[in-house]
């Protein structure tokens, strides 16, 4: 694109932001992690988050017959349809400027959105996903389940295929070359539509729940929502905490939530100063150096997570207890604990880009061919900044991170309790406190140290 770039730089807040120096507050931090994981020690000895999803209370009946209605839904559909349809009219007739709203729809609307959206409503991108309409509505021409394919799904899939396509878009979103120009995001998406639809076909809708990366990503997310689906289908209200201890391991499941996790922090680290003059003068190409520095960050993230949980399920001599059956399963068992962390990083790292981009992106929105016409009468906007501070992004960033660290501490002790002999539960979470510190330490010195 010409003209002026896509906003690519998620925070506001720096170290002179801060009420305390940024030493102190890595201390302070780890500090509040190791006195949690001592009181849970002493205070919570029996588990108590409802793992089945079994519990709950249910939504008022006029509410649940609403969400449940299949005119509701369709109209949700609709919405997601004609919304794509919008889009489409930018990404493939709008003007290769900064005026386009493609890039921030993509990056801003749709990715950074996701987040809060999904964190208050649950896996909303499940229902509007227009590619999955567009699959129905051509099963329903041709008389066909949506749900039946040509071929099975292989029992063993799981949601490795989204990790593979989640990779795919960071990558894009980070490290690809002109990646906020329309013929780049215009081949990606083509890509992304046809390895959807054509696996759809394939193996029916369930491939959606598989594989695309924004449904994987909402509903990962959208575990922690106050709303949910009981084990019998029936619409509660929930503690949140108990909505992600029912994520069951499977897999590829571990592989979604390191690349979430690592793709975050290398975004932080993309934009230190020390990395920026790396890349400036090692001689390589910047899509080269980046490619490898996503790989080598999610790899290390990875790494560690193998490594605790690994050490955690010999130290509580997994292999004796018969709710984990062996050791190399407990990596799936205690991923749902990861999820609160990166969504807290998310939420620090991109808060200030979907508040700022996102009014910016919502006024061209309005207008997407650039003619000068205002449907939606918000092409007169200017971006309100009252809601991004300096000190109120540091401190917004600050509260994320070590509350994603501790809600993932809180998890993985009871998930502990329920996979561990009780005499070896607590010294068995000793490995996953170790990777709690590693993982706020890393994070905070990321995000803020730049």
């Excluded at 499940?126 to 699959?135: F, S």
């Excluded at 099975?152 to 960071?170: H, N, Q, S």
């Excluded at 004796?320 to 062996?326: N, S």
Aim: include cysteine; hydrophobic fraction near 55%; charged fraction near 10%.
């Amino acid at each position: 694109m010409t003209g002026a770039p896509v906003v690519l730089a998620h925070g506001v807040g720096g170290r002179q932001d801060l009420p305390i120096t940024l030493p102190q507050l890595v201390v302070a931090a780890a500090l509040t992690l190791v006195v949690t994981f001592l009181a849970l020690g002493l205070l919570w000895r029996e588990p108590r988050l409802d793992r089945d999803a079994s519990g709950g209370r249910p939504v008022p009946r006029r509410l649940a017959l609403l969400v449940d209605a299949p005119a509701f839904r369709w109209g949700l559909r609709g919405i997601g349809l004609l919304a794509a349809g919008w889009f489409c009219l930018g990404l493939l007739a709008g003007p290769d400027t900064a005026d386009n709203p493609t890039a921030g729809a993509l990056y801003v609307l749709l990715w950074v959105g996701l987040v809060p959206v999904s964190l208050l409503l649950g896996p909303v991108w499940r229902t509007v996903n227009p590619l999955r309409t567009v699959h129905a509505l051509a099963a329903l021409a041709i008389r066909r389940d949506p749900e039946r394919g040509v071929r099975e799904l292989p029992a063993g899939l799981g949601i490795w295929p989204a990790a593979v396509t989640l990779f795919g878009f960071v990558w894009l979103e980070l490290v690809a070359p002109n990646r906020a120009t329309l013929p780049v995001i215009t081949a990606w998406l083509a890509g992304y539509a046809v390895v959807m639809l054509a696996g759809a076909a394939l193996f029916g809708a369930g491939w959606f729940d598989r594989a695309d990366p924004f449904e994987t990503y909402s509903g990962l997310v959208g575990h922690l929502a106050p709303i949910g689906r009981a084990a019998d289908g029936v619409l509660v209200w929930r503690n949140p905490l108990d909505g992600i201890a029912g994520l069951r391991p499977r897999p590829g499941l571990v592989a979604v939530v390191v690349v979430l996790l690592g793709s975050t922090m290398f975004d932080s680290l993309s934009n230190a100063p020390a990395w920026l003059r790396f890349s400036q003068q090692n001689g390589l190409p910047p899509a080269v150096t980046g490619s490898v520095g996503l790989i080598l960050v999610i790899a290390t993230v990875a790494a560690a997570y193998l490594a605790a949980t690994g050490s955690a399920a010999r130290i509580g001599r997994a292999s004796a207890a018969p709710r984990i059956g062996r050791a190399s399963a407990a990596p799936g068992e205690l991923a749902h604990s990861i999820v609160p962390i990166a969504a807290g990083y998310l939420v620090a790292h991109y808060y200030s880009l979907l508040i700022l981009e996102g009014q910016r992106t919502i006024a061209l929105l309005s207008d997407p061919l650039d003619t000068g016409a205002n449907w939606f009468g918000t092409a007169d906007w200017q971006p309100h900044t009252g809601l991004v501070t300096p000190s109120g992004v540091a401190s917004l960033q600050l509260t994320v991170i070590i509350l994603g660290h501790l809600l993932g501490t809180l998890l993985a002790h009871d998930r502990a309790l329920y996979l561990f002999p009780r005499a070896r539960a607590v010294a068995g979470q000793l490995p996953l406190l170790a990777l709690m510190v590693a993982y706020t330490v890393a994070g905070l010195l990321l995000l803020y140290a730049g």
